[in-house]
């Protein structure tokens, strides 16, 4: 299992370095302690790494050190959510390089410094994750403040941000002597504007047109990863803001490049468009990806998890004890098979107990670790659904009186701007006090990493309920699949690729094929961004509309099938539960995940980079 170096000796300049990549990411989840994330786009982003530390990739990664965090979520009297900042001293957690450089952001020079965390892999590789801060004495009290919190402020604040992670992250690394990178890895499109900077870095002083054979130079050197089809998750900026943040020069290539004509700059159009490789996150995702983006040539690697790290403490004994070799190649998992299914019950009830005697620790009543747990846990917002499973009390206590106890336990973050998502957090809270004994929901606060693997291990099932076709991956359902927890969910995103009807968990909806079930629900229409459509509009609407049917076959799954299941057929269940993690655990992992962009993406041959990942792929 990797793990974090918090300090590797004095802060100096380390030199130049044997990595190739470099890898953007806004957000990266590596240690509750270090809350530079706010959900899947960070965990995911700190489970990739973990796995190129394992696999010794020569990968470096680039993020902001945000001083106030995301935001601690509490809850007042009235179930509301209330923000407050995190309280973090990065000199306990990280490593000051003495590096400095100035980038030029609203026509003053900002200076940006770098902390060092070191990721080190089952091996001793280790690969090195700079954030970058802005928070100096010699910045203007408003540019100290660039780097403050992750996703605030407004859209000015956003693009300062985004400025200093694209433009000042290239910047940074070759100040550190990072003179060897052959591919920059945009994880979404906030890195975008590190494409301007390595175009730029080929022009003649002055020179705001560059060639189209600099542009294709940039564009074998860059790797762009879309996360999600929601209209939100798209970072747009207009004309005016765009050229007072980032000057006459940036703008004027941008104006060159075709991508600031009109009345704004698309942050995914800029980094898709000056990428020679563009991916999608599951195959779905690359469906829906391709009619956004038709001029790119979209190709999909679906997202893992990093199956050591997110394994329980039972459940990695377990696999300790029948899969020797698992930490440093999850694909042992699939031999899981062969593992007795009384050891699996042991060693989720163990995980499963943990579970209880924290919420007992919190002051709830929880049932009986006999009853069906089931776990609800993820970001809160609309087309999430997270209310869905509650959206018909009568009928889910009446599932509970015709097979046994359910215990429903959420968790989940709204944005601060999102008001239904508040809403929704707010609703949740209050369900807990309209169920009888037969039915309780329990709403834990401040969803975190840490809460998240004690969930994803200790429930007895996972279930997903977003609309479709915005799920773009999902990862949660990994999380609890190497656990031995099946899902119940959508299917959308990773699940049309990991559901095997009873056999690894169950699906809500039909098994239509993929290209009939995206006409159906968006009507035939994912409108093209930039080019006058602001959300998927057509998308959602035909997913609200299924909305009712979703929950029907919802409930009546949960009441034909996996109740009974559970309650009276406790093998079989324990079946479901083995081949999640033969199936699933074995295969979404970021190991392979990871494998995946080496070969496909950075074009990392057999033997190139003299690392052990480059000997095992290919």
Request: overall charge negative; aromatic content about 6%; charged content about 20%.
């Amino acid at each position: 299992m990797t793990e974090l170096a918090s300090k590797d000796g004095a802060g100096g300049r380390p030199g130049r370095t044997s990595a190739r990549v470099a890898y953007f990411s806004m957000e990266i989840a590596l240690d509750v302690a270090l809350p530079t994330y706010s959900g899947g786009l960070g965990v995911l982003a700190g489970d990739f790494l973990r796995s190129a530390a394992d696999l010794e990739l020569p990968v470096v990664a680039v993020t902001l050190a945000y001083s106030g965090g995301y935001f601690r979520q509490q809850l007042d009297d009235h179930g509301h959510q209330v923000e407050v900042p995190e309280v973090w001293k990065p000199t306990e957690l990280l490593t000051r390089l003495d590096s400095k450089i100035e980038i030029e952001i609203r026509g003053r020079q900002v200076t940006v410094a770098a902390w060092q965390l070191l990721i080190t892999g089952v091996s001793g590789a280790q690969v090195p994750v700079l954030f970058l801060d802005t928070d100096l004495p010699e910045n203007a009290p408003e540019d100290r403040e660039i780097t403050d919190r992750l996703y605030g402020g407004d859209a000015e604040h956003r693009l300062m941000q985004e400025t200093v992670l694209g433009i000042g992250g290239v910047t940074m690394l070759s100040e550190l002597g990072y003179e060897h990178l052959d591919r920059f890895h945009m994880n979404e499109g906030h890195a975008a504007l590190l494409t301007l900077r390595l175009l730029e870095s080929g022009l003649a002083g002055g020179d705001t047109s560059p060639t189209l054979e600099q542009i294709e130079a940039v564009r074998a050197r860059c790797v762009f990863t879309t996360h999600t089809p929601v209209a939100a998750g798209h970072d747009r900026f207009t004309a005016d803001l765009v050229r007072a943040t980032l000057g006459d020069q940036h703008s004027s290539v941008l104006h060159h490049l075709g991508l600031l004509d009109g009345e704004q700059l698309n942050m995914t159009l800029l980094g898709s468009a000056l990428s020679g490789y563009v991916n999608a996150v599951s195959l779905r995702h690359a469906q829906v990806t391709r009619a956004m983006l038709p001029e790119a040539d979209v190709e999909s690697i679906t997202n893992g998890v990093h199956v050591a790290h997110w394994a329980s403490p039972s459940m990695a004994a377990l696999f300790d004890e029948h899969l020797p070799g698992w930490r440093a190649d999850s694909t042992a998992l699939r031999y899981a098979v062969g593992i007795p299914l009384e050891s699996v019950r042991s060693a989720h009830m163990s995980s499963k107990r943990a579970l209880l005697a924290v919420l007992r620790a919190k002051g709830y009543a929880v049932a009986d670790e006999d009853g069906l747990t089931i776990g609800l846990a993820r970001r809160v917002t609309r087309y999430k659904r997270t209310l869905l499973l509650l959206s018909d009390p009568d009928r889910l206590v009446g599932i509970a009186e015709r097979h046994g106890p359910l215990q429903i336990v959420s968790s989940g973050k709204a944005h601060p701007d999102d008001a239904a998502g508040k809403e929704a957090v707010a609703a949740l809270v209050a369900a807990g006090e309209h169920f009888g004994k037969l039915v309780s929901v329990v709403f834990l606060e401040n969803y975190d990493i840490e809460l998240a693997a004690l969930l994803c291990a200790g429930c007895d099932l996972w279930l997903n309920t977003p609309q479709r076709p915005l799920e773009a991956s999902g990862t949660s359902g990994m999380k609890a699949a190497v656990n031995g927890v099946p899902s119940l969910s959508i299917l959308d995103g990773w699940w049309l690729e990991g559901c095997f009807e009873g056999l690894t968990g169950w699906a809500i909806g039909s098994h239509e094929s993929w290209e009939e079930g995206l006409h159906a629900e968006s009507g035939g229409v994912v409108p093209r961004l930039g080019q006058g459509a602001e959300d998927i509009e057509a998308a959602e609407a035909a997913a609200v509309r299924a909305a009712k049917a979703d929950a029907d076959d919802l409930y009546a799954k949960l009441d034909e099938v996996v109740a009974p299941t559970f309650f009276e057929d406790e093998e079989g269940y324990l079946r479901v539960r083995r081949a999640a993690i033969s199936l699933n655990g074995s295969f979404f992992s970021t190991d392979r995940m990871a494998r995946e962009y080496a070969t496909r993406a950075y074009r990392l041959s057999p033997g190139s980079s003299g690392t052990r990942a480059s000997r095992r792929v290919g």
